[in-house]
Each structure stands twice: as C-alpha cells, then as structure tokens.
C-alpha cells in the first residue's frame, strides 16, 4: 500500500471513528428531562393533584455505586406492586398516566428514573440493559420492605425493552408477570431503524464502529442488548403490545418478540396506534386487556 493510500484510510477511518463517535454522543449520552408543562385539561390537573398528594421520592444506591432516584405512590394495605419504566429521556414522574390505572387496580407504585435520567446519576443512558440489573436492585427493596409483595413489571418503549432485558434474569418468586408496550429487539435493530428515520443516512458503515464504540463508553455493544435473547430466558406471563402504526420502533418487531418467547403469552396490537399511543387510540381495549392479564396471573 502506497503512503497516500495508507494516510487516505487513516483518514477515512479516523473520519468514520469521529462520526460515529458524535452519533454515539447524540444518541446515548444524557439529556435533560422534559419540562412539566402546566395544563388546564381538568383529568390533566386531576391527575396531577392525584400524584402529588401521595408520592414521595425514593432513592437507591445501585452496585456500580450510583445513586438512583425514582416516585412511590403507597396503596395502605395492598401487598401488590406495579414498577413502571419509563422510555428514552423520560423519567418516573411522567408515567403517571399509565401508573394510576394500576394504583386503582390496587397496587402500590414504584417509578424509578433509569440511569441518566431524571434524577438518577449516569452520563450514558443504557437503553435497557445495564438497567436490568438496577430493576433486579429495585425489586430487591421492595421484597425488604414487603416480603409478601406480588409484583408486576410494565414499561414503554426503552422502558418495555429494560422490563424485557430484566425478565429474562433470574428473579424473586414475588414477580408475577410482565407487560411491555411498543419495545424494540435489541438496541443494534433499534439503532439500524432509528438513524435513517432520525438522521436520514443509512447505518453502515457507522452502526458497528457505533456499537463498539459503546462498549468502550457504555459498557455493552448494540447486539449484547437483546431483548429478544432475555425473552428467550423469561420464565414469568407476558403481555406483548404494539401500535400497527409505530414507526420508531417498527411493528414486526413485536411478531419476532412474540415469536422467540417460551412464556406464557399474549400479544394486543392495536391498528391506527402510534409509537406508544395504544393506550390513547383504544383505552378501553388496552386497560380491559391489561387488567385481565393481571387478574389472571398476579395471585399465582
């Protein structure tokens, strides 16, 4: 190889690095949460009268030495638990909405900030998979503070795939079953449908140099966060649900999900339903659904 064709791939190499470097930046490094934007809608306001009337803010030192925070809203007398995951740069406190139709089912609440978010330390967010093992973490403080508790896991988008990644880790009795709304396979499908959607450029050549980047940064490669891989291992009921109109993480993805779980299962798709919309485009379809799966396995 001459010396110009040699610099010229140093360059084109260094070029790529620094790119998918930025990408990387864009992509997982922290951001700032939302605003709580006031509303004068009057189940709006109630709602938020409802949260701020019974949460309390809750804190958990993790192994890797952080300090996560997150929202418990106690139901006396309940020995049921419902922890709510949130999506991408989100946080606890804005699944409210889907937290109160499981506090009138009668559980008790916990809606943790993921690392990297809201209140919770972490520069890189992990897109569900070093945060399986803080749910493990999570679950574990609620058995201290209630050995009798029955739990459920329910998250959207990030927050499905960090409820997938967890379930396919050895758990406590105590968690019953599992609910994921619009989450992806893994975080290199996601990333490979979400940079031509977000950037508009294909993602190759980036996505692997991306992916090893976030090893090095992140601590886990795109392929190694499967959620398909944990739905494999899962040994807890799960109910499967997705927009047939999501176009951020793509429909299939649910079929393959399905498909690859040895579980019990059931799957609602819900046609005209954007990325996490379900709910919104066919509440009564969705909650009736969701609550005779719970009623179903949560006394098991």
């Not at 992140?218 to 999501?246: N, W």
Request: net charge positive.
């Amino acid at each position: 190889m001459g010396k110009k064709m040699f610099a010229a791939s140093v360059l084109a190499i260094g070029g790529l690095t620094a790119f998918s470097n930025a990408m990387l930046n864009i992509a997982l490094r922290r951001k700032k949460t939302p605003p709580q934007e006031s509303s004068s809608d009057p189940k709006t306001r109630a709602l938020d009268a409802w949260f701020e009337q019974r949460a309390v803010r809750v804190t958990h030192r993790n192994r890797d030495n952080m300090r996560l925070t997150g929202w418990f809203v106690l139901h006396p007398g309940s020995h049921r638990y419902a922890v709510i995951c949130h999506g991408y740069t989100n946080c606890g406190r804005n699944m409210r909405h889907r937290g109160k139709p499981f506090y009138d089912m009668g559980f008790n609440l916990l809606m943790p900030d993921a690392r990297a978010h809201g209140g919770s330390d972490g520069k890189m967010i992990g897109m569900g998979w070093p945060e399986r093992r803080d749910m493990v973490e999570w679950i574990y403080d609620i058995l201290k503070r209630d050995p009798d508790a029955k739990i459920l896991l329910y998250g959207e988008s990030m927050g499905a795939a960090t409820v997938m990644m967890t379930a396919g880790e050895v758990l406590p009795e105590q968690v019953k079953l599992a609910i994921e709304d619009c989450g992806f396979t893994s975080v290199w499908d996601q990333m490979k449908s979400a940079i031509p959607y977000l950037y508009h450029i294909p993602p190759y050549p980036m996505l692997p140099v991306a992916s090893c980047l976030s090893k090095l940064r992140a601590g886990y490669t795109f392929r190694e966060a499967s959620a398909i891989r944990q739905v494999r291992r899962c040994k807890i009921p799960m109910l499967f649900i997705h927009g047939e109109a999501d176009d951020f993480v793509p429909y299939p993805m649910v079929h393959r999900l399905y498909e690859a779980a040895t579980c019990e299962k059931q799957m609602l798709t819900v046609p005209k339903a954007g990325h996490c919309l379900s709910a919104e485009t066919a509440p009564d379809v969705y909650w009736n659904t969701v609550r005779s799966f719970v009623e179903r396995y949560i006394d098991r």
